[in-house]
């Protein structure tokens, strides 16, 4: 699970949850490492989302939808995805920014996916539909070339050796986002982790789907354009750790 971009203490190494049916029918949850809860929710945060997230909540229904913009209410352009929102900032922020398009946030760790529900509750919004599970299980179900872009930023790194495997970004994984990314579409991922950056440049310069968008390293420390910042990164730079602005473009021609 990416840990929250916005500064919660990144989880310690967890256990893989058990297999779970409960977001696709006929499809079991992959082996999910990361923790689920965090400090108890305050009143108001268990509140909104006992009686909202329901309404926010995307249902993965079969068969999906042809045309993925249908899942909203309010009327969207194009649809774009954001894998561990954290407590919802940067996904808030680009609701403002692109008032056209329609968002799908993945976020299983309930403190952080309580922050975002609160935030729609004193700013509802139209546009927004929240996935509280495994984020693959949502990949998995959603129609092929169905997204614009996809945000990966500030995942946890699963620094040692032995737990890279738990990593979200994996040759699977980027089968998946090829799948769903339209021609063109960006799968963007942000670190502060020297040894994930490395780990997502080797992974995504072997798969013939995607092209990084940098033309040279440096193109890499310049942040995304309207890039609000995280508490996270703050931290990250008063530690003395570089975040890295990674893009990659979806290759029209390449099969996935």
């Not at 006929?26 to 329901?54: I, N, V």
Request: charged share 25%; hydrophobic share 45%; proline share 9%.
């Amino acid at each position: 699970m990416p840990a929250d971009e916005q500064g919660l203490p990144r989880p310690a190494s967890a256990a893989a949850a058990s297999p779970s049916d409960t977001s696709r029918p006929g499809r079991l949850r992959e082996a999910f490492y990361g923790r689920l809860h965090g400090k108890t929710l305050r009143p108001g945060q268990a509140r909104s989302l006992e009686t909202l997230l329901p309404q926010l909540a995307l249902d993965l229904v079969e068969p999906a939808p042809a045309d993925l913009r249908q899942v909203f209410s309010g009327t969207v352009e194009a649809v774009r995805l954001e894998i561990g929102f954290g407590g919802g900032e940067h996904l808030l922020s680009m609701l403002q920014r692109f008032p056209r398009a329609g968002f799908l946030g993945a976020e299983p760790f309930v403190n952080g996916m309580a922050k975002m529900v609160a935030a729609l509750d004193a700013e509802p919004c139209d546009r927004v539909k929240l996935f509280s599970d495994d984020a693959t299980c949502l990949l998995d179900w959603l129609p092929d070339a169905s997204l614009a872009g996809i945000d990966l930023l500030y995942p946890d790194p699963w620094p040692k050796p032995r737990h890279w495997k738990r990593r979200f970004v994996s040759a699977a994984n980027l089968d998946r986002f090829a799948r769903v990314l339209v021609p063109g579409g960006l799968f963007r991922f942000a670190s502060d982790i020297d040894s994930y950056v490395a780990w997502t440049l080797k992974h995504c310069g072997a798969h013939a789907a995607f092209d990084e968008v940098a033309a040279a390293p440096a193109d890499r420390l310049v942040p995304y354009e309207g890039w609000p910042g995280t508490r996270y990164e703050a931290k990250a730079l008063r530690e003395g750790r570089r975040p890295r602005y990674l893009a990659f473009r979806r290759v029209a021609h390449a099969a996935g």
